[in-house]
Each structure stands twice: as structure tokens, then as C-alpha cells.
């Protein structure tokens, strides 16, 4: 699931969410499955937000619902992209 649909979801969903963004792997499984996504796709969805919260803890922000931005996201995602990249060379 993208980023987009995941912070755009429905707001019942968001609203079913614990605050700690360590616990939503669970709660996220629980929504994926009615919707017959398959259980490699939860377990995917499940590590990007635990590498996500721990990512957070390094960078001294709290590991919780209210950090799952875009922007915050994006960020991850270029400093993953820089590491790999250094990583090459």
C-alpha cells in the first residue's frame, strides 16, 4: 500500500489505530485481510512501518501516529535512498 493511501485512508481506519506506531503493524494486518491482501503484503507493510518508527526513534522524534506524515516519509525514504547509494559506491 502506498504512502498516500495509507495517510489518506478511510477515517474509520485511522481512528482503529493505537497512538504508538509500534503497535499498528497488528492493527494494519487486521485491516488488510478482509480486503484479501495477501500476507506478504501485510508483512512488507508491516517491517516499512517498524523500520519507519525506528528510523523516528534515531532522529529523535517520538515513534507515533501523529509522526506518519508525508513529509516524514519522504525524508525516511531520501535517507534510505542516500544510504543505498553510498552504499555502491
Keep these: 500500500m502506498s504512502a498516500g493511501r495509507l495517510l489518506?485512508?478511510?477515517k474509520h481506519w485511522r481512528n482503529a489505530v493505537a497512538?504508538?506506531?509500534d503497535d499498528l503493524p497488528s492493527s494494519f494486518r487486521r485491516h488488510l485481510r478482509p480486503e484479501g491482501r495477501s500476507e506478504r503484503t501485510a508483512t512488507i507493510s508491516g517491517q516499512a512501518i517498524l523500520f519507519y518508527s525506528k528510523w523516528l526513534v534515531v532522529t529523535d522524534r517520538p515513534a507515533t501516529l501523529d509522526e506518519?506524515?508525508?513529509?516524514?516519509?519522504?525524508?525516511?525514504?531520501?535517507?534510505?535512498?542516500?544510504?543505498?547509494s553510498r552504499a555502491r559506491c
Design 8 to 10: 489518506g485512508g478511510s
Design 19 to 21: 497512538e504508538r506506531l
Design 68 to 84: 506518519l506524515t508525508r513529509a516524514g516519509i519522504r525524508a525516511w525514504l531520501a535517507e534510505l535512498a542516500d544510504t543505498l
